[in-house]
């Protein structure tokens, strides 16, 4: 290769942002670039041949020539300004002949321009990180669970005082029933509610990425990988609070990997070596039954009981109806702030309704039936007219108990022995009326009876417990 020229080494030192001086091992100058000869107001002929220390105020470039320990980035103060320095011993073949040292930023404005974007760009870090902070907060306090019904009361109590613990919780109940809302609750009352709280859905993420989401993985681990990797769920909750949600539709291969990272109590990214020491409380959910889904082997019986230390079971709106009036005063003020409204009430038919209403979807149904009303409110009391049809004509609590008697197994069944209501409560009849027929047929034997109905096994659990069949 074709050695550079003198002229060439000397523009190439000007073109760069760092002026540059050079000694030999006594700490004589043996070259300065002009742009810091001008800086400090000499000539290179001038310094050539003198003792660094003579021409650069509060320089340390003479003891790095002696000690051969490097200084990086060291704040000097010269000519009025402050310089970052660096100082770099040279070496050769193993000896050591001298220094190199460069200053940044020689120029007072261009130090001020410099320091006024570092303080720009450190704003910008806590807004965004402030922002990040608060989608990672719970959203959701134990005054937010309102319900004055004993068994809910004596629930959210017990949620209080578990919430100070450590120990994993496993909330169960019906869709709807508010149990991420009490995974908020509990994380807000713990002695973690300052660290994060990280909601997972594991039913809406993919098979194939939730390692690598709960995990995180290294750069280049698989094709379309982040380049340089990415942090997991797990590691972002450092010291707060995992929630799981719809932990039993997690599939098996990763239940062993999760039941892992909790025993052990550390994760290993997605094509990465190191492992990653975690602390986290976690909090799952799930709308299934997990001790059925244990017997079937779909879930495994060690992650169970690892996640179930502490069972909260939410009950559904149908075993609370004492509460339907509070609940829908709350979710009025909510859908209120929505959709710029005010003084919005229920009329007392419409309460008398909401009584009578089975409410399958649970709260969020009847959020969901409130924000219909409110789309259709011409004045501030939502009528009978304002509900959806299936509420609406609905029977009472005792006419729809008294008309809904199935056919006993000797009579006769036909469509003239079912009640004249809606077509979903017709439907909901009949399919209970064949799932018994077909349990009694099988003697109680729900695995038989799924094969025989068509169905699968967690369905037929599901709907037993919908329809309270034993």
Request: one cysteine or more; a negative charge.
């Amino acid at each position: 290769m074709e050695m550079l020229s003198r002229e060439w080494l000397e523009e190439i030192i000007h073109l760069l942002n760092e002026r540059i001086v050079v000694v030999n091992r006594e700490g004589i100058i043996q070259y300065m670039d002009k742009a810091y000869c001008d800086f400090i107001h000499t000539t290179q002929d001038e310094v050539v041949g003198k003792p660094v220390q003579d021409v650069i105020e509060n320089t340390r470039m003479h003891i790095v020539a002696k000690t051969g320990k490097e200084e990086i980035q060291d704040f000097q103060p010269i000519n009025d300004s402050v310089m970052v320095a660096s100082r770099f011993p040279i070496m050769i073949d193993g000896k050591l002949e001298g220094a190199v040292g460069t200053v940044m930023f020689p120029d007072p404005e261009k130090l001020r321009s410099f320091k006024n974007n570092i303080k720009q760009l450190i704003n910008d870090l806590r807004y965004y990180r402030s922002e990040v902070e608060k989608d990672l907060k719970s959203k959701y306090t134990f005054d937010d669970l309102v319900g004055e019904s004993p068994e809910f009361r004596k629930l959210k109590e017990f949620a209080k005082v578990v919430s100070g613990s450590d120990s994993s919780v496993l909330l169960t109940g019906e869709s709807g029933t508010g149990k991420e809302l009490f995974a908020n609750a509990i994380h807000n009352s713990s002695l973690r509610d300052d660290h994060p709280f990280v909601p997972i859905n594991c039913a809406a993420i993919p098979e194939e990425l939730l390692e690598s989401e709960l995990f995180g993985y290294e750069d280049g681990a698989f094709t379309g990988a982040k380049r340089g990797g990415k942090k997991g769920l797990f590691e972002i909750a450092e010291k707060g609070t995992v929630f799981l949600d719809e932990i039993g539709d997690m599939p098996l291969s990763m239940q062993s990997k999760l039941l892992r990272a909790l025993q052990e109590r550390e994760i290993q990214p997605v094509g990465g070596q190191k492992i990653i020491p975690i602390d986290v409380r976690i909090i799952a959910a799930t709308h299934r039954d997990l001790e059925k889904m244990v017997e079937e082997g779909t879930f495994r019986q060690d992650l169970y009981y690892r996640i179930n230390v502490i069972h909260l079971e939410i009950p559904p709106l149908r075993k609370r109806k004492d509460d339907i009036p509070l609940l829908s005063n709350m979710l009025l003020k909510k859908l209120e702030k929505k959709f710029y409204r005010k003084g919005v009430h229920l009329s007392t038919e419409v309460m008398e309704r909401f009584q009578q209403h089975s409410w399958p979807g649970n709260v969020r149904e009847l959020e969901n039936v409130l924000e219909r009303a409110i789309n259709v409110l011409d004045n501030d009391t939502i009528e009978l007219g304002d509900v959806p049809l299936y509420i609406r004509d609905q029977k009472s609590d005792e006419t729809s108990t008294e008309d809904s008697k199935l056919p006993s197994s000797n009579s006769e069944s036909n469509l003239a022995s079912l009640p004249i209501q809606p077509l979903k409560d017709t439907m909901a009849l009949v399919e209970k009326q064949v799932i018994e027929k077909t349990l009694e047929f099988t003697h109680g034997n729900k695995l038989k009876a799924a094969k025989l109905l068509g169905i699968g096994k967690t369905s037929l659990y599901d709907k037993c417990k919908v329809y309270d069949i034993k």
